[in-house]
């Protein structure tokens, strides 16, 4: 009975064998007759002959180089491994539906869900809106299966030990998988033709995470439709996750590397734990959910101690331990630190993660490590540079031209030395569209940016008297020469007909000196005429130069008014500014206020001459006097039908003066009368 058992086994092994010769025999006939799509058949060859200069394949795109596919008459060529691609895999990083080889791609628009490449050739393709170059697919799926032969003769770099590679470039490259930054970890050289961390191909295939106990996590394609649990980060499409598909949970592979428990020398008392929840401030960076923009709010998981009420954003309780930056000459390493701290480089306070530069004696934020060294901003004509302090004989005048408080010079700041003007770090990056990173090349010797163009607006001086002022002269503006006056008003007693009186200009009463036009009725303040043909405001976000126009209805950019003056406008962001408005500076002495005023763009009030609630509004410093920009363009004198005098502009502070004491002098005379 044994011995026929064992007669059976045997033969139905041997027929098993038969089998698998048969059909190895089959696949070897049908490789070297079929065409592949091609209608020539195709021949097999283990080496390009020298004869062909260039071969591209046809379903990757790329050089042929080695075994290949081909008919040459045809120039019809495929790889070995494109040719014996599968049509269909079930790709361990998704489970639910096998991957389909396609002859091109489904859509117009096409990346690769691996390397993040355009895909113009054959893909894998699923429904799940996935699609993988052949080779991207191929080479996962032995990542996959732990087959990794590939990459057994191909070097391991660490970032900081490989100098000779091109860091610029280098620093804009990502891992594959995690789509993190290559350089964050030590790397597989890029001639493996892929950009793969180490630690990331090392993966275990399948976790167990103590946030997620109810069932482990498995490495999959990124295509789901739900958030990251710990960054709270919307799906990419790219890179690979640790997955529980049944209950949706999903964490990157950098967040599935938070530890469930820290100990911290910043909060010694307890163990911190990471808690997915939200709600809750951070006590380094102090930010609230409340306040927080969109990018912000990803970071809303903590680590966090119920006992002391104290939390930690997760970026904020896992710095790096070292961080070299362009901004200074050495590395930074983490400090971890009890009590709170000043920056050197922003002058604001900090609390526990700070970074510290030993031989400098600096200790900085983590973020300030990376500030620009360089900026322009629009309030200043040159480029302001990054200082850790500056001198007290340097700058006298230290108020921020942003805010108008005091820059303490100790700490860090961004000033021009030249033109002694300086700025609050936060006040100069607070806004991100409101500054310009400079390279320090790109100044080559010259600080302002000059206009392409002349900005003259006077194109011809035809007479001047003997102080050298000019008496005549032909403007851009205007088609007649405009000769200068200084005797209007002294010429004209009726005050009345003045106040039909206007400048062409900034479109304000008319008043001494200015041009005007014997031919016809166009009269143009002196100041006026001087205003450049290309200007960049202080103002305007773009820092574009800005063109003065001539004879446009517009509405002012900034103080709204309606005006058929001069006007500078940006072709770029379609806007006009009038010429008042263009001409004035942020800092000012106005006739109606004894102190000078400051334009705060932040700084929200009852302007004192309309009443009216804005934000934006030239404020002083001393005193609690506020003015709208739309009320900066009334004219400071002006003409009334009821009086012979010109009416001078003041502030209401004086008005109620002028009344107080009418009514006084009225109480007075009705006491005598009576």
Known sequence: MHDFVSLTTYFKKLRTLEKKSERKGEMDMEIGSQHFGHQ??????????????????????????GSSFSFMECEFYLHKKCA??????????????????????KYKRCFCNFCGKTCEKSVYHCSCKLDFHIKCALFSLNMAEKKLEELKH??????????????????????????????????????????????????PHEIKYPIHKRHPLILQFNVDHFSCKICLQEPSGMGIVYSCSPC???????????????????????????????????????????FMTCE???????????????????ECASPPLTIKEKIHEHPFSLFWRQASFICDACGLEG?????????????????????????????????????????????????????????????????????????HVKCALEKKGWYKEVEPKDIDGKLAIVPKMSANPIDCVIEKNEDGEMTKIKHFGHEHNLILSKNLIEGHCDGASLMDKYCDGCVLPISNPFYYCSQCDFLLHKSCAKSLKQQQLWFHICQRFLILLVGYIFRCGLCQSECNGFSYMCKKCDVH?????????????????????????????????CNVKVRGLYKCKQCSFNLHIKCLRLPLTAWHKFDKHQLALTYKELIHIVLLESIHLSNQEAFTMN
């Open 40 to 65: 020539h058949p195709v021949e097999f060859k283990d080496v390009l002959s020298d004869e062909t200069k260039e071969a591209i394949c046809l379903r990757c795109g790329e050089m042929v180089f």
């Open 84 to 105: 014996e691609a599968p049509s269909k895999i079930d790709h361990p990083f998704h489970r639910n539906h096998p991957l389909v080889l396609l002859p091109k791609p």
């Open 154 to 203: 191909i070097t391991v770099k660490v970032p900081l030990l490989f100098t000779e590679d091109d860091n610029k470039e280098l620093e804009k490259l990502y891992c594959f998988m995690c789509w993190e930054p290559l350089l964050e970890s030590m790397y597989f050289s890029l001639d493996c033709g892929f950009n793969l961390h180490k630690k990331c191909v090392e993966l």
């Open 248 to 290: 949706r949970f999903s964490v990157h592979i950098k967040c599935a590397e938070f530890p469930p428990i820290l100990n911290l020398p910043c909060h010694r008392n307890h163990p911190l734990f990471l808690a997915v929840k939200r709600g809750g401030s951070c006590h380094a960076c102090r930010k609230n959910p409340s």
């Open 296 to 314: 912000e709010t990803q970071q809303n998981n903590f680590y966090h101690c119920s006992s002391c009420n104290f939390g930690l954003h997760l």
């Open 351 to 423: 609390n526990f993660v700070s970074y510290i530069c030993s031989t400098c004696n600096l200790l900085v934020h983590k973020k300030c490590i990376s500030l620009p060294p360089i900026i322009r901003i629009p309030r200043h004509k040159h480029p302001i540079f990054h200082k850790y302090f500056l001198q007290d004989h340097q700058f006298k005048d230290c108020d921020c031209r942003i805010c108008d408080d005091k820059v303490n010079i100790k700490y860090g700041s961004y000033s021009c030395f030249n033109c002694k003007f300086v700025v």
């Open 577 to 609: 500014y009038c010429l008042y408005c263009a001409t004035r500076d942020y800092r000012i002495k106005h006739q109606g206020h004894k102190h000078p005023l400051f334009f705060d763009r932040k700084h929200e009030g009852r302007c004192d001459a």
